[in-house]
């Protein structure tokens, strides 16, 4: 049984930092890439960064970029995004994603290219 859990979520101040895990089990195989998405009220879900779990590659969205930084412990296996510079534009509930799918082509700031999820964390950022 696959599970994302996530942790790390809070409230800070602009500015501040956080850092959000997501430890995963139940995989049998490595997973093809994990990501981070964000929901904030009344908005869609929105891709914020991934990481190819085999090559380690990252991306990020361009509103975030700079300030936050996804990695990986594999032998944990737990993925991580460390989060700088906060601006209350990050509030929002935060989600740990994985894609099981080697060969799935979706994009990855696309929420349905991801196989699991995990319950989400929540994080607030005021001014």
């Known amino acids: 049984q696959v599970q994302l859990v996530e942790s790390g979520g809070g409230s800070v101040q602009a500015g501040g930092s956080l850092r959000l895990s997501c430890a995963a089990s139940?995989?049998?195989?490595?997973?093809?890439?994990m990501g981070w998405f964000r929901q904030a009220p009344g908005k869609e879900r929105e891709g914020v960064a991934v990481i190819y779990t085999r090559g380690g590659s990252t991306f990020y969205a361009a509103s975030v970029k700079g300030r936050f930084t996804i990695s990986q412990d594999n032998a944990k296996n737990t993925v991580y995004l460390q989060m700088n510079s906060l601006k209350p534009e990050d509030t929002a509930v935060y989600y740990c994603a994985a894609d099981l799918d080697l060969f799935s082509g979706g994009l990855w700031y696309n929420p349905r290219s991801y196989n699991y999820w995990g319950q989400g964390t929540q994080v607030t950022v005021s001014s």
């Open positions: 139940g995989f049998t195989d490595t997973s093809k890439r």
